[in-house]
């Protein structure tokens, strides 16, 4: 099977050339359930090249050097652990965080381990009849 030079933009369901960037009109509605099922859809080009999982973000997220060439997750700055065949890497490209005034933030004390939340507030019960 061939493929065409159509692709489908997802977000407002039009067909587009693949070569020159025009919208192609007069394309049914089974034809583009039919190319998004093939993968012939557009793709941005917002894809990073240096994604891991953060364990304090919960997801993931683009890692970059911060000041003392450390690697940070540029989200929320905590640092994370990687191999040094990949900072190297990160090094080589030039992938380094732009720089932020922190002079006005403070930084979160850290919780203690087995710390609990108290409230002093008494909790009010209703009974359902």
């Known amino acids: ?5 159509a ?3 997802e ?3 039009e067909v587009v050339c693949q070569e020159c960037g025009n919208e192609i009109a007069g394309i049914s509605i089974a034809m583009k359930r039919t190319l998004k099922s093939f993968g012939q859809i557009v793709r941005s080009d917002q894809r990073k090249a240096f994604m ?5 973000c ?3 997220r683009e890692i970059v050097l911060n000041e003392e060439r450390k690697t940070v997750c540029k989200v929320c700055l905590e640092p994370v652990v990687v191999h040094q065949a990949f900072k190297l890497a990160m090094e080589a490209s030039g992938v ?12 979160a004390a850290p919780k203690k381990k087995g710390a609990v939340k108290r ?3 008494k ?4 009974k359902v009849q």
């Open 7 to 9: 692709l489908l933009e």
């Open 96 to 107: 380094k965080m732009a720089k932020v005034d922190t002079s006005d933030t403070k930084k």
């Open 52 to 56: 891991l999982a953060c364990k304090s």
């Open 11 to 13: 977000k407002n369901m």
């Open 1 to 5: 099977m061939q493929q065409s030079n």
């Open 123 to 126: 909790r009010k019960t209703q």
């Open 58 to 60: 919960h997801a993931n």
């Open 119 to 121: 409230t002093t507030a």
